[in-house]
């Protein structure tokens, strides 16, 4: 077991274990507040911590030096029956090995051309950017903000420290780079690169005075999938006070982002601080149809759909941050997040419909039948039923 600090954790308060469980100890107080935001233990601390990847970030229960406090920290598995994945959080996630990244025939300039993915969370853009960067004019870069907001708790989500792409000197350079997409391409030796950030906070500084073209592609999930995937991610019984806050908050997202159709039809500036996108995809239409659903995307960036995009889990990737099903996928492997879940063992691109078991009837009804679940079905999809395709 090893206990370790990010090299510039500044408040001093999150802490990473990685290694294998311990066994027993005389006097065992556990951690408080599992699932924390990782801002929350980086600020808060006091005991919160996340299951993150292969490690636990975590913040002491009195926020002291979890090297020096004289405490032993262990990994503890309360839940019956074996646990052969607990062993593998001291293994980097994939083995680098056979994925190598094969050099440009010529070596890459600058960047010419983003793929902006933009989104709330769990609305499906880890594969959305897995498939973009097995094109081979793509680099799917994923969630390129962590690399600029947190550049201390990031790497490649595929391999992990043994990344031999993302080294921490790289991770640096690029992410300190005024010219943060050219570096990328010049790195990956891709022209285009897919940043799938989601957030207009993030974009619209990062987009700014960028040469580039850039696609701006707004990404949704119907709003009864999308309320489901919020409700897996968090603990607790499925209440009407959380089905309004998660309601209101896709509303509040979705408030932000105007498309360029609805700009034409609205005949009227865009209001101040409003995100426009000039492509509208919705997952369900990309889970049926992933080449077709993309290619408005790629002819924006004067490219062509290529077939090897649906092999996209055997292609090589480096991504920064992303979901973790689609990395599952790419890793070939059981991740210890995957236990119990069974769409975690399904490969391929598919609809999520997990809101049948996280919802009961009245639920559904519920959620089917509010404002704000009625505001994003009628501007994104033709009908409030959770269609498999919108089309
Ligand atoms: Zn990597």
Known sequence: MSICRPSSNKTRKTWRICGDPIGSCSRIVPLLEAHSLHDDIRGVGQGRYSHWRNALLFSTSDNSDAQTNGRVYALRWKGAGAKPWLPQLSLPA????HRR??????????????????????????VLNCVLGAHSQ????????WLVETPDEVGCAVCGSACTMWTPGVLRRVGQSPDLYDAVSRRFGRHIVCDSSKTPAWF??????LEAPVVRVLLTKHPLRHVASHLSKTTGPVTRQRLDAILAHLRAFHGRVLLKDEMTLRRAPAPDGMMICDLHLRYEDFAADPLGSLSPVLVAMGLSPEPGM???????AHPIGGNIAPLIQICNAVHPMAVGRDKYRRRGIFLDE??????DQDGIDYILSHA????????????????RTAA
């Not at 994939?94 to 090995?97: K, L, R």
């Open 204 to 209: 619209s500084p990062a987009l700014r005075g």
């Open 354 to 359: 997990s809101y049948r078991q996280t919802l």
């Open 372 to 387: 704000d679940a009625r505001w994003l079905a009628d501007r994104f999809y033709a009908s409030a039923e959770p269609a």
């Open 310 to 316: 649906l092999d996209w889990a055997r292609a090589p």
């Open 138 to 145: 793509i680099f799917g870069a994923s969630e390129l903000r």
């Open 94 to 97: 994939a083995d680098c090995d």
């Open 101 to 126: 990244w094969s050099a440009p025939a010529k070596p890459v300039a600058r960047c010419e051309g983003v793929i902006a993915v933009v989104g709330d969370s769990f609305s499906g853009s880890t």
